[in-house]
């Protein structure tokens, strides 16, 4: 298997001349206008740049998960990993070559598609079987290899139907059954669950894990959906823009983000914001919003006193499931409630903005419609970021 390495890779797509003068005239506008003009993607001489100063170092076996809104780049890292863009600068390894100039075919790996990409006038057997074929590998070896593949992802029964007569998900079975025949030093999966409803998707991602557990190899997936993020990564890298975010375990990107984008983006519902004020008294740091005081945890005591953060206007955010309904604290007033079973997601209008708000129902039915409510937490779950660059003023 193999440990892949991506130094300070970029990716620029060129535009024509023609469009220069448009592009600069873009790039002058959001300069001067940076509140009216918003360019996603950094325009400049060279052309459209998808991919800014990528460095990741992927152990070998590691599941990496490259997560973040459409058009920010995950797509096209993974695409330059696997040979199909050009890389404009910086350089890749995988296994401790240098492949930037190595062809598809020859860097040993397999990639997944969102499409499925079968072959429609094939059997699922003959799909799986096409790459070895073409290998010239032994009819035994492709038979053993197909009906291992087969065994482990649960379509043995279906190795003589054709891809029309499947289900969404038994195609993507194939799919994957098709690029680990081949035993690669390394698997990409492109959205693959994106085309499957939800109760597929769920099902597909256990899949994938145990999927994981059978075969040795390194996986890199990339997906806009933060819950496969969150369930199937060993470590995830949120992207935006073509620039990374942050990386680290699931956990550790649910707990401390670095910056207000990572800390809405993950966890579902997203987290709320409050404008507050970081204060210092006796020493300590605490935050006030709306009149409600909170003296935050020890270890972020710590960490704001490593980095001599001074009193100032922040913005703090507090995840739903960490809010309780008191008797003090932000003032707020129910619009609508949804009932999810064993909890309610209640919609609050708090100094105009919507809060959300995940409280227990106990098996009881409760009615918090129209109810003007205190919104407590304490100081162990709240993040505080700067109002002037949007970063973890811990971090």
């Known amino acids: 298997m193999a440990e892949v390495i991506l130094k300070n890779i970029k990716k620029v797509y060129p535009i024509g001349d023609s469009e220069k003068k448009q592009r600069r005239f873009l790039r002058k506008a959001k300069e001067e206008n940076p509140q009216t003009n918003k360019v996603n993607l950094q325009i400049t001489d060279e052309g459209v740049v998808a991919v800014q100063e990528f460095s990741l170092n992927i ?8 997560v973040g809104p459409s058009g920010c780049g995950k797509s096209t890292t993974l695409r330059m990993i696997a040979g199909l863009e050009e890389i404009t600068s910086g350089e890749l390894y995988i296994d401790g070559v240098l492949v930037n100039a190595v062809e598809p075919k020859d860097r040993d790996i397999a990639m997944v598609f969102q499409s499925y990409a079968l072959y429609p006038h094939m059997t699922v057997y003959d799909n799986m079987a096409y790459s070895l074929k073409i290998k010239n590998t032994p009819k035994d070896e492709i038979d053993r290899k197909v009906k291992e593949a087969a065994d482990i992802l649960d379509i043995t029964q279906y ?26 030093k ?31 190899t390194t ?16 470590r995830i890298v949120v992207m935006k823009d073509g620039f990374i975010q942050q990386i680290g375990t699931p956990q550790e990107v649910y707990d401390h983000p670095r910056n207000l984008f990572v800390s809405g983006f993950i966890g579902t519902p997203q987290m709320n914001y409050f404008d507050a004020k970081l204060i210092k008294e006796n020493g300590r740091y605490a935050v006030v919003s709306d009149g409600y005081k909170v003296v935050l945890a020890d270890d972020k005591q710590e960490r704001l006193n490593a980095n001599n953060v001074e009193e100032q206007d922040v913005i703090l955010g507090v995840r739903p499931d960490h809010i309780v309904l008191g008797r003090e604290g932000i003032k707020g007033k129910v619009d609508v409630s949804e009932l999810m079973g064993p909890s309610c997601h209640l919609h609050m209008s ?40 949007q970063k973890n003023l811990e971090y």
């Open 59 to 66: 152990k070998d076996k590691e599941f990496i998960v490259l």
């Open 159 to 184: 190795l003589d139907r054709k891809p029309k007569a499947l289900s969404g998900g038994q195609r993507q079975r194939v799919a994957i059954g098709r690029a680990i025949v081949r035993d690669p």
């Open 186 to 216: 390394v698997l990409l999966m492109d959205e693959p669950l994106s085309n499957l409803d939800a109760k597929l998707r769920n099902q597909m991602r256990a899949e994938i894990i145990k999927l994981r557990k059978r075969i040795n």
């Open 219 to 234: 996986f890199i997936y990339v997906t806009h959906d933060q819950t496969e993020a969150m369930t199937l990564g060993d």
């Open 350 to 389: 708090v100094d105009g903005k919507d809060v959300i708000a995940i409280v227990p129902t106990e098996g009881k039915a409760v009615d918090y419609i129209d109810q003007d409510v205190c919104l407590s937490f304490s100081g162990s779950v709240c993040h505080i970021f700067s109002k002037a660059d």
